[in-house]
């Protein structure tokens, strides 16, 4: 049990790091490259803005209640991420949006997830303190994402989603600071 708690305290201690370390504005190129169909990749670029939000604030508080959680203290930071996106090869209209992450031991609580609505979890972990990995399964769905810093003015992330077994899309982003 004293191994455990150790260890969460320790990626918690990074992840508190890394959420700091990503707070400012970025802008977010990415590709969606569709691995079952012969189609184009979906480019879109973002404008990402990224707040730390300190333990105890209101927005972990909503999010520890809507994940039902005992303690709503529970969750030891997090970030609050609002985007407006545009697809640069399709005709879309932008979209725009926010989300909510806290974490709490090697659990990251998101107010929703990529594909719906819902609150959901991912089990977090870090290959380094500068490479945040997550796991995230719902709706059949399990999407494996890598966010690595780059210096300070850098992300690149990776997520790569896949069904029954099966890889079907992978994502592909270059975040710099703006």
Same mark, same amino acid.
Do not use: D, G, H
């Given at each position: 049990m004293i191994a455990a708690e %150790? %260890?969460?305290?320790a990626l918690q201690s990074l992840a508190i790091d890394f959420f700091r370390k990503s707070a400012g504005s @970025?802008?977010?190129? =990415?590709? +969606? +490259?569709?691995?079952?169909k012969d189609v184009e990749p979906q480019e879109v670029e973002s404008l990402l803005n990224i707040s730390f939000?300190?333990?105890g604030a209101p927005e972990l508080i909503?999010?520890?209640e809507s994940h039902a959680l005992e303690n709503l203290?529970?969750?030891?930071c997090g970030t609050k991420v609002t @985007?407006?996106?545009? +697809?640069?090869?399709?005709?879309?209209? !932008?979209?725009?949006g926010s989300t909510v992450f806290g974490i709490q031991g090697n659990i990251l609580y998101r107010d929703r997830g990529f594909a719906t609505p819902k609150p959901i979890i991912a089990i977090c !972990?870090?290959?380094?303190?500068? #490479?945040?990995?997550?796991r995230t399964e719902y709706n059949a769905n399990v999407f494996e994402e890598e966010i690595k810093l780059v210096g300070d003015r850098y992300? #690149? =992330?990776?997520?790569?989603i896949s069904r029954a077994g099966q890889e079907i899309t992978i994502g592909q982003y270059l975040e710099k600071r703006l």
């Open positions: %150790t %260890t969460n305290i @970025w802008n977010s190129q =990415r590709r +969606y +490259y569709s691995l079952n939000v300190e333990q909503e999010l520890a203290e529970a969750l030891v @985007w407006e996106s545009n +697809y640069t090869n399709q005709n879309r209209k !932008s979209v725009t !972990s870090f290959s380094n303190p500068e #490479t945040m990995c997550l992300r #690149t =992330r990776q997520t790569i």
